[in-house]
């Protein structure tokens, strides 16, 4: 029986098998993994997303599902210039590194889907990856939302948008500023008129 490493974040558990062992980041803890510091953190609810001390690492990577809501679990594999830099498992939808400013491969598995992307270590500031798994999460119903928002004795917490309908509302938007736009033009012109 192999021993497994169980994360539950937003209503969703992950299992992942610890067959090659990979250094397990703790939670909104710094840990120095190959020569690299990193932190695994972003737990909703946790205010270590505004915490001071994570905006000094150049550089964030996060993983979203489907509805661009945070996923948590995953197998990170950092590297620049076809060198292994970084290889670490983070329980958390976040992933900071202190790394020298550059460009740098970054890939995650999860659940069996890989997910890779060029990221950019900042000079001066931070740099952010999203790593997206589209066919993994989903909706997060009211009732667990209701529970992050009494333990964290947070402020409201609000589902994730699918981004279909934040595109609707932005195109309806601006279709209705044009629309006032015109009217205040075809006004100016009549008041011109007489």
Known sequence: MSPLTR??????AVALPAAHALPALPMNKAMTVHGVKAVCTGIPGANVQRDARFSAYP????LAGKLGQYLAGA??????????MMEARCAGPWLLVKLEPGRYRVTAKRLGKTATSLAWASAKGQG???LRFPQQGGAVSAE????LRQQAGAAPV??????AVTARR???????LLAKAEKHRHAARMARSR
Do not use: Q
């Open 75 to 84: 197998d990170f594999t950092i590297t620049r210039k076809h060198r292994m």
């Open 170 to 176: 932005e195109k309806h938007r601006h279709h209705v």
């Open 158 to 163: 609000e589902k994730p948008r699918a981004p």
């Open 59 to 62: 550089l964030r990577i996060e």
């Open 128 to 130: 952010r990856v999203v």
């Open 7 to 12: 994360i539950a974040v937003l209503g969703a």
């Open 144 to 147: 667990y939302l209701k529970s």
